[in-house]
């Protein structure tokens, strides 16, 4: 599910969020998650977003951005604030994020 607003270039910052789902995670996981993505990409500042999930629960996501500035001020928007809450209580066994900066971006086709 790649969706970028321009290609990933060197000095864009990439955050990447690795999450284990709860076997009994809520029901209403997937329409947060959509929605999560919907304000991700109308945040100033977002570059694009790759993600994956395995059949076990465990999934990578991995969003651009083209500043700290806008991890940060994505990271304190309101309804993003109550998804991480809601991650950590019902729908999360365990995560790690890391945030990183690009050196080098290439490659060929759409995934580029």
């Known amino acids: ?9 060197a000095g864009d910052y990439a955050v990447i969020f690795t999450a284990q789902r709860t076997a009994s995670g809520g029901a209403d996981y997937g329409a947060m998650a959509d929605r999560m993505l919907e304000l991700a990409r109308a945040q100033p500042g977002y570059v694009g977003i790759e993600s994956v999930r395995g059949g076990d629960g465990l999934g990578i996501t991995v969003s651009y951005w083209e500043s700290e500035e ?3 001020n994505w990271k304190a ?3 993003h604030l109550e998804a991480q809450r809601r991650g950590r209580e019902e729908w999360y066994s365990g ?6 900066r ?3 971006a290439y490659g060929t086709g759409n995934l580029s």
């Open 77 to 79: 928007n309101t309804e």
């Open 70 to 72: 806008a991890i940060r």
């Open 95 to 100: 995560f790690s994020l890391r945030v990183c």
């Open 1 to 9: 599910m790649p969706h970028f607003t321009r290609p990933i270039q």
């Open 102 to 104: 690009v050196e080098r």
